[in-house]
């Protein structure tokens, strides 16, 4: 008996030292899980769960462009990789990025999809019918992978389609190694922007899409805004970063960012009109029908690339188009 009395007494305090270890191990492994990443990264502790670790205002960082998003050794030529879709919104840079890639020489569309395809019903399409979304967008847009504005007049009674919105996971999934866009601009700019451009039937661009787009309702700035931010949220989680190129159209320097990573001619930033020297015969352009004075909807690709500093380079996407088409007229012929 003494034995087990003696046994007794000296388990009680080892029994209470290892339950005493076992609460600071709690609480240090706690103090971990909340202690701030050096790194600045997110810390994710359960799917769908996020802890913010760094000291940007959420709402700020949704509204600022990433400049760095893509790696110096990923720059140059090669980058483009096709197609290249602009995600952003309308009234946001779509014409400038158009402009820019069609100056230096690729094809470009804005709203059409081809000569007579509209692109965002040809991409709802293509996807209610199970395909790839730009299948049934028509076999020519201009002999180049650029598609900078893919919005537009709906179908099934929408007055206005974003397949950046609602196809998004369709647009990724179909091509994850694209090359994508989002562009920023400031907030009362861009609102004051949708607030007076007016479609031919005189209806503004911020009522259509206040009728089009559930949860823009309300209409005010600040609506428009967290509808933006929301947008931004979701594309950047949906991408991958390094096939996501983000600018702010109204930075000094987003034409040497663009020039930088593409391997383009600085200046074609700077261009308002694709009727420029290098498109000066017309022929390379398929105006709106409604407005042929003002906005191009294609820009046909050229043969050659306009470079950095003005070196001229061939143009492969030109080159498979009218591959291509020579094989398909081929075809026909036979057929």
């Not at 991409?123 to 395909?131: F, T």
């Amino acid at each position: 008996m003494p034995f087990i009395s003696s046994y007794k007494v000296r388990t009680k305090p080892a029994i209470l030292c290892c339950g005493l270890t076992c609460i600071l191990l709690i609480l240090h492994s706690s103090s971990f899980l909340h202690r701030p990443s050096t790194n600045n990264a997110p810390l994710n502790f359960l799917p769908g769960v996020v802890v913010k670790t760094n000291d940007v205002d959420e709402e700020d960082d949704c509204l600022t462009a990433r400049n760095d998003s893509i790696p110096k050794y990923l720059h140059g030529s090669s980058y483009l990789q096709p197609p290249a879709i602009n995600l952003g919104l309308p009234k946001m840079g779509s014409t400038s990025l158009q402009h820019f890639f069609g100056c230096a020489g690729y094809g470009a569309s804005h709203w059409l999809c081809g000569k007579d395809q509209i692109c965002a019903r040809c991409m709802e399409a293509s996807v209610d019918a199970h395909r790839p979304p730009l299948e049934k967008c028509g076999r020519d847009n201009g002999g180049g992978p650029i598609y900078a504005q893919i919005d537009g007049w709906g179908s099934k009674g929408k007055i206005l389609f974003f397949p950046q919105i609602d196809l998004l996971n369709d647009i990724i999934d179909a091509y994850p190694n694209g090359t994508y866009f989002l562009t920023f601009r400031d907030m009362e700019g861009w609102y004051d922007s949708v607030a007076n451009w007016r479609s031919p039937s005189n209806r503004t661009l911020k009522s259509r899409m206040a009728r089009s787009v559930p949860g823009l309702e309300d209409g005010s700035l600040q609506n428009f805004t967290d509808f933006f931010c929301n947008h931004v949220k979701r594309v950047r989680a949906t991408v991958p970063m390094h096939r996501l190129v983000e600018v702010d159209i109204e930075d000094r320097n987003a034409g040497r960012l663009l020039s930088d990573i593409f391997d383009i001619d600085e200046s074609c930033w700077k261009k308002t009109n694709a009727n420029d020297a290098r498109h000066d015969d017309g022929s390379d352009v398929v105006p709106h029908p409604s407005r042929p004075e003002k906005l191009p909807m294609l820009i046909k690709g050229k043969t050659e690339i306009r470079g950095k500093d003005g070196v001229m380079r061939m143009n492969p996407s030109a080159m498979r188009s009218n591959l291509s088409n020579r094989i398909r007229d081929g075809r026909e012929k036979m057929s």
